[in-house]
C-alpha cells in the first residue's frame, strides 16, 4: 500500500476542478469584490449590510466595546459614586470639560458606547442569521461527490486490490459510518464528512454573544442597588425610603422591589492574632432572621462575605462592618436627652473609626434655653495606651476600647432643608465647650466613664454596650443568570470552533484496465492540518485490511519489468 501524501495547497485550477466537493466546508458567507462604477444607492446599500454583517467587522466592534469600557473603569462615573465625580472635577479643571463632551463620567449611557453596542447586536444578528440558514441547509443534504482526480487533493492514497469494487465501497461506507462520518455512495465513490461541530460551536458561540449583550442591557435597565447600615438589633425593609443611598436602571420602579425585610440580631468577626497576616478578619459573618412578603414565615440566615442572602430576585450582601458605642447623654438636670447606639465608619483595618454624636431633641442649656448638642466622635476597638502618643486602633477587636469625645452647643442646621451626612457635622453655628485652660472640651472615655460638661451642661457617659454594626448591598439585577449562562455557552462553543476540524473524505473504487480493481482515498480539510493526513492513513489502514493489495501487472512484452509491489502510488505519492 502506498503511504499517504501530502501536496502543497490545491491552486486555483484545482479549485475549479474541485467543484462542489471543495465548497461549503463552513458557513461564511461569500465575500466577493463589488463592481465598484456600477454601484448605486442600492448596491452601495448591500455593500454596506454585508461589511456590516462579516465576521471581521463583528470582531472589530468587540474589540471597540471592550476598550471603550475601560474608560468606565478608570474614570469615577456618575452612576456609581457620584461624590467621587464630584471629587474628580474640583482636581481637573480643564479635564473635566473634555470628560463630560466625550460623556466619559456615564460611559455606559453616552452615546457613542450605546451606538457601538447597538451595532455589534445588528452585526451579530446579521451574521448568524444566513449563517444558521445556510448550516441547515448542508445538513439537510449530503456530502458532495467526490472529483474527478481525487489525486489532486492535499492528502491522498491510491491501491490495487483483488476485491471487487462493490464490495470495496461497502465495506469503506460501513467503516466511515463507524467513525461518526455521514456516508454515502455517490456513483463510484463514497463520499463522507465530518465535524459539522465546528459550525455548531461557531454558531453557538455568536448566539451566546448576542444572549449576553441583550442580558446585559435588561440588567442595566431594570437593575437596583442600595447600601443600607444595620446595628445588631435593628432591622430594614425593602422599600426605597430605607436606603442609606440607592441607584436604578432608566426603568426600575419601585413595584419592582422585592418586598422582604429582615433584622440583625449578631454580627462575628474573629481575626488572626498572630504572624504576618494579624489582624486578618477570619470569620466575618451576620446572623439574621428574615421574612418574604408582608405575611412570610420568619426565617433564620447566615450571611457571610460573598455568600448572600437570596430572596427572590434580590441578593443581599455583606459588605462591610463597624462599632456603634452606646452613648448616653443628659442635661443639666440628669434627665436623659439621647441613648443610643451611634456608628461610625471605620477609617483603617484596624477600625479606627469616626463620626458625630448628635443631639437635636429635648435639650435646655443651663438657661433654660433649646440648644442642639453636637460631639466628634473617634473610636479605636484596641487603644495602644497614652504611651503610644497616637489614637490609632492597634488591633480590630474589641480588646482595649476608647472613645474620644469632642463638644459643641448651638444650632446644627438639622432644619435647613440641606441634607446633612449623619457621619459629619456642620460647625458654622456651632460652639466649642471650653476646658478650664479656654481650649476646646474634649476626654477619652473607657467604657462606664462620663464625661461632664463644662458649667453644669450635662453629661456624656460611654456606655459599656458597644455595638456592632455590618453594611449590607442589596442588589436586583435581571439577566444575570442569562449573562452566566451565555458566557459559559460561549467558551464551550468557542472551544468547539477552534480544537474540532470540519473534513471530507472519499473513496473511489474502480476497475482497472486490466480487470484489478483500483482504489483511490483522498481527504480534505478547511485549512491545512496534520489531523486529516493522519486520518486519512488511518482509515487507508483499516480498508486495506479488508481488500488487500494485489500484485501488479507482469511485465511487458517489450522485455521491461516493474518492481513486484502490492500498490501503484498515485501522482504524487510517496513509494512504499
Not at 6 to 26: I, R, V
Not at 197 to 222: K, S, T, Y
Not at 391 to 409: N, T
Not at 476 to 485: F, I, N, P, S, T
Request: aromatic share 10%.
Amino acid at each position: 500500500m502506498s503511504k499517504t501524501t501530502t501536496d502543497d495547497t490545491p491552486t486555483a485550477a484545482d479549485d475549479q476542478e474541485l467543484g462542489a466537493a471543495g465548497s461549503q466546508l463552513s458557513t461564511a458567507p461569500r465575500e466577493d469584490a463589488p463592481n465598484l462604477p456600477s454601484l448605486g444607492v442600492i448596491g452601495w446599500a448591500r455593500w454596506f449590510w454585508r461589511q456590516l454583517t462579516s465576521m471581521r467587522v463583528a470582531l472589530l466592534l468587540l474589540l471597540l466595546l471592550s476598550l471603550g469600557a475601560i474608560p468606565g473603569s478608570l474614570i469615577p462615573q456618575t452612576g456609581i459614586d457620584e461624590t467621587a465625580v464630584a471629587d474628580f472635577r474640583e482636581r481637573h479643571d480643564v479635564l473635566a470639560p473634555v470628560y463630560d463632551k466625550l460623556g466619559l463620567f456615564d460611559v455606559y449611557s453616552s452615546v457613542w458606547f450605546s451606538a457601538v453596542y447597538i451595532l455589534l447586536f445588528v452585526s451579530l444578528i446579521g451574521c448568524i442569521v444566513p449563517r444558521t440558514w445556510q448550516f441547515v441547509g448542508q445538513l439537510r443534504g449530503r456530502p458532495p461527490g467526490a472529483p474527478r482526480r481525487l489525486t489532486r487533493l492535499p492528502a491522498h492514497t491510491t491501491w490495487r486490490t483483488g476485491a471487487e469494487p462493490e464490495q470495496v465501497r461497502e465495506a469503506a461506507l460501513a467503516l466511515l459510518r463507524k467513525r461518526r462520518f455521514r456516508a454515502h455512495v455517490v456513483g463510484d465513490a463514497v463520499a463522507a464528512e465530518k465535524g459539522y461541530l465546528r459550525e455548531v460551536g461557531n454558531l453557538l458561540f455568536h448566539i451566546a454573544l448576542i444572549v449576553m449583550l441583550i442580558a446585559f442591557g435588561w440588567g442595566q435597565l431594570f437593575k437596583s442597588e442600595g447600601n443600607k447600615l444595620v446595628v445588631e438589633g435593628d432591622g430594614f425593609a425593602n422599600t426605597l425610603t430605607q436606603y442609606d443611598d440607592f441607584k436604578s436602571g432608566s426603568l426600575f420602579t419601585n413595584d419592582d422591589l422585592v418586598p422582604f425585610s429582615f433584622d440583625v440580631k449578631k454580627f462575628t468577626g474573629t481575626y488572626e492574632r498572630t504572624g504576618p497576616n494579624r489582624g486578618t478578619p477570619r470569620t466575618y459573618e451576620t446572623e439574621l432572621t428574615y421574612t418574604e412578603g408582608a405575611d412570610g414565615e420568619e426565617r433564620t440566615a447566615l450571611v457571610k462575605v460573598n455568600k448572600p442572602l437570596k430572596i427572590g430576585d434580590a441578593k443581599v450582601y455583606l459588605v462591610s462592618h463597624g462599632y456603634a458605642p452606646v452613648v448616653t447623654v443628659r442635661d443639666g438636670k440628669g434627665n436623659i436627652v439621647f441613648r443610643d447606639a451611634v456608628p461610625l465608619l471605620p477609617l483603617d483595618s484596624n477600625v479606627t473609626s469616626s463620626g458625630v454624636v448628635k443631639v437635636l431633641d429635648g435639650y435646655r442649656n443651663p438657661e433654660g434655653e433649646k440648644e442642639q448638642l453636637g460631639f466628634n466622635a473617634f473610636f479605636v476597638p484596641t487603644f495602644g495606651g497614652s504611651a503610644s502618643g497616637t489614637m490609632l486602633s492597634q488591633f480590630p477587636a474589641l480588646d482595649y476600647p476608647v472613645l474620644a469625645l469632642s463638644a459643641y452647643h448651638g444650632d446644627l442646621k438639622a432644619d435647613s432643608g440641606i441634607p446633612q451626612s449623619v457621619y459629619q457635622m456642620d460647625k458654622t453655628k456651632m460652639k466649642e465647650f471650653k476646658d478650664s485652660e479656654g481650649e476646646l472640651f474634649k476626654k477619652l472615655l473607657t467604657p462606664g466613664e462620663t464625661m461632664t460638661l463644662p458649667d453644669g451642661a450635662g453629661s456624656v457617659t460611654f456606655e459599656k454596650d458597644v455595638k456592632e454594626w455590618a453594611g449590607f448591598q442589596v442588589v436586583q439585577e435581571r439577566g444575570a443568570g442569562w449573562a452566566l449562562g451565555g458566557a459559559v455557552v460561549a467558551i464551550a462553543g468557542l472551544a468547539a470552533s477552534l480544537f474540532i476540524q470540519r473534513r471530507r473524505v472519499w473513496v473511489r473504487a474502480v476497475e482497472g484496465p486490466d480487470g484489478v480493481t483500483v482504489v483511490e482515498m483522498a481527504g480534505l480539510g478547511r485549512s491545512e492540518s496534520a489531523k486529516v493526513p493522519e486520518e486519512l492513513g488511518d482509515l487507508a489502514g483499516v480498508l486495506y485490511d479488508r481488500a488487500p493489495g494485489a500484485p501488479d501487472p507482469s511485465p511487458d512484452p517489450s522485455g521491461s519489468t516493474d518492481t513486484d509491489s502490492e500498490a501503484v502510488p498515485a501522482e504524487g505519492a510517496e513509494q512504499p
